[in-house]
């Protein structure tokens, strides 16, 4: 048979043809979800947009939704973030840098990266659950800013440990030879070489990480943050609030005024969000072309 | 020296020396064998290399050759499950005896690897780091320079030195490998195929350069190119399926082995 018979040019017309299905059906999915989160964003600045001006985020909540604001709720958030921040990147990525550079590789290696992979799975409403248990009440932290931090920091120290494990274990290993073979130890090898060429994969999921803890409602509503904040917190031992409990409960209410002051604050959490992933975002292209110049 | 191990020698070669160093032996493997897990790759080498000379070794594809130069410096040390029987003395010093610390021994014995690796840094950082954290305590811009003039490739680089090394042409990077390793001013390089991804012209250059560093280290080179041995080598290692078959002068491997199976691998009749 040779090669341009009719078979053969009917065969690739078909062969053609499902690769053109398929472009179709992927495109028309990614359109689709695209479509649906324009929808939601276009809901959400048409109900809320008129309400967010200064004096909604200057202040304090109230029961009358002309007067109410989201200064408590977006100092809780830094607050919060901040010390989620503080408490897990450490933790984590010295997790992660000990089990990819210095534990053995061997079944309890394994058996505490099946834990971490489950860990990361999770709902969040079990941490908060721990939380309440842990920090609340056995260590007496009440409800405060600590209670929530720490509680956030269990939630995502997970991603952090495995991003920033696929991040190291994606240095090429003739780096780490190079390194030994030149007399370096361990800690020199990962301090000048390991880290370097792994921190725009670990800063991404760090951002991605914090940006969950900055979305999270249902484990600060279990550890029992307040709804209703007329202060400003001023260190980590204070009750707080945060945006997502702000919204939550401005959207449970029944008048269509405070629906649309939660649609104002969504309007704001979300702005917080895209800033911090388009700082991940930033960060990545720097530093891989910096590395590559 | 093992009795298994028939092993015969060159006119110019001596191997009737003591253990202490005497007479030029760096090194001198006893016994050596390697394991990965239950895998035996290297069996019961016996073998001494003398300094200032350009040793070779020689063998087919997963013959044990890169094992065997990577336990001289224990990089063996980071693959899992290797274990190792026998011994390797280097200046008369147990390597793998209690008390060693390889990181000292990579000091003293540098490596350059197959692939060209240098650090996504510049290139003078990929000099200047090792010399650096080890506690080198001379002027660093000196020994960047002393280097990659010994690499012979500081005419080519001494006007970007602050350029990163991953924008230098393959042959570049192999040879500020191997000025990176020679800032370390160790004794002995290991070499393990330092020419296999370089075009021809790279090749002759590091071949060009392997003969003027002789004079001041000893080198010990994996090669799956025999021409390449025969060229540049003063003893040849011809291993085989993890044994030593023969080690010996150069000329005399290629031209009168004792070996009948070295006879055929020289010869081209397999491998």
């Known amino acids: 048979m040779s090669l341009n018979s009719e078979k053969q040019k009917k065969n690739l017309a078909q062969r053609q043809y499902k690769t053109k299905l398929f472009r179709l059906f992927c495109a028309s999915i990614t359109w689709l979800s695209t479509l649906i989160l324009a929808v939601l964003v276009w809901q959400v600045t048409a109900s809320g947009f008129n309400w967010l001006d200064w004096q909604?985020?200057?202040?304090?909540?109230?029961?009358?939704p002309e007067n109410a604001g989201i200064k408590s709720a977006i100092a809780g958030t830094f607050w919060l973030v901040g010390l989620v921040a503080v408490i897990s990147i450490p933790v984590g990525v010295s997790t992660a840098i000990y089990l990819e550079e210095f534990a053995k590789k061997g079944r309890v290696n394994k058996w505490v990266e099946v834990n971490i992979s489950n860990l990361a799975g999770v709902p969040s409403i079990v941490y908060g659950i721990l939380g309440l248990a842990v920090f609340v009440r056995f260590l007496a932290l009440n409800r405060s800013l600590l209670s929530g931090a720490l509680t956030m920091s269990l939630l995502i120290l997970p991603v952090i440990i495995i991003a920033s494990r696929e991040a190291i274990r994606a240095v090429p290993r003739s780096i780490r030879?190079?390194?030994?073979?030149l007399g370096a130890t361990r800690w020199q090898t990962t301090w000048s070489h390991i880290l370097?060429?792994?921190?725009p994969g670990i800063m991404t999921g760090i951002i991605l990480?914090?940006?969950r803890a900055i979305g999270e409602t249902a484990p600060l509503i279990m550890i029992g943050a307040l709804t209703f904040v007329a202060f400003v917190p001023e260190g980590p031992m204070d009750a707080f609030t945060a945006l997502p409990i702000q919204i939550y409960n401005w959207a449970s209410r029944p008048q269509d005024e405070f629906r649309n002051l939660a649609a104002a604050a969504i309007i704001v959490l979300l702005f917080i969000l895209l800033i911090m992933n388009a700082t991940a975002i930033y960060l990545r292209n720097r530093f891989e072309h910096g590395k590559n110049k | 020296m093992s009795a298994k191990n028939k092993i015969s020698f060159g006119q110019n070669v001596r191997q009737d020396v003591s253990?202490?160093?005497?007479?030029?032996?760096?090194?001198?493997?006893?016994?050596?064998s390697i394991f990965y897990s239950k895998k035996q790759a290297i069996k019961d080498i016996s073998c001494k290399i003398f300094s200032n000379k350009i040793t070779s070794v020689i063998g087919p594809s997963g013959c044990g050759k890169s094992t065997l130069l990577r336990a001289m410096n224990r990089m063996n040390d980071f693959v899992d499950g290797v274990s190792l029987e026998g011994k390797i003395y280097f200046s008369g010093m147990d390597l793998y005896g209690d008390g060693v610390d390889p990181v000292e021994i990579r000091h003293r014995i540098g490596m350059v690897f197959q692939d060209p690796n240098p650090f996504p840094k510049s290139i003078y950082n990929n000099i200047a780091w090792g010399p650096k954290i080890n506690g080198y305590e001379g002027s660093i811009d000196e020994l960047v320079e002393r280097s990659l003039k010994q690499a012979a490739l500081w005419d080519e680089v001494k006007d970007r030195l602050h350029m990163s090394a991953l924008k230098l042409s393959g042959g570049q990077q192999q040879?500020?490998?191997?000025?990176?390793?020679?800032?370390?001013?160790?004794?002995?390089?290991?070499?393990?195929?330092p020419c296999s991804s370089l075009d021809p012209i790279s090749t002759a250059r590091i071949e060009d350069l392997m003969f003027e560093l002789k004079s001041r280290y000893t080198i010990i080179i994996v090669t799956h190119n025999m021409q390449q041995a025969a060229r540049i080598s003063d003893y040849t290692?011809?291993?085989?399926?993890g044994k030593l078959v023969e080690i010996g002068d150069t000329e005399q491997i290629f031209t009168r082995p004792v070996q009948k199976r070295t006879e055929d691998y020289v010869t081209g009749r397999f491998g």
Do not use: H, K, Q, W
Request: glycine residues 4%.
């Open chain 1, 177 to 181: 030879y190079a390194a030994f073979s």
């Open chain 2, 175 to 193: 040879r500020l490998c191997i000025a990176r390793a020679l800032a370390m001013e160790p004794e002995v390089l290991l070499m393990d195929e």
């Open chain 1, 209 to 211: 990480a914090l940006s």
């Open chain 2, 237 to 241: 290692a011809f291993i085989e399926a």
């Open chain 1, 56 to 64: 909604f985020l200057s202040s304090f909540p109230s029961r009358f």
């Open chain 2, 19 to 32: 253990e202490n160093g005497e007479s030029g032996v760096l090194i001198s493997l006893e016994n050596l």
């Open chain 1, 196 to 199: 370097p060429a792994s921190f």
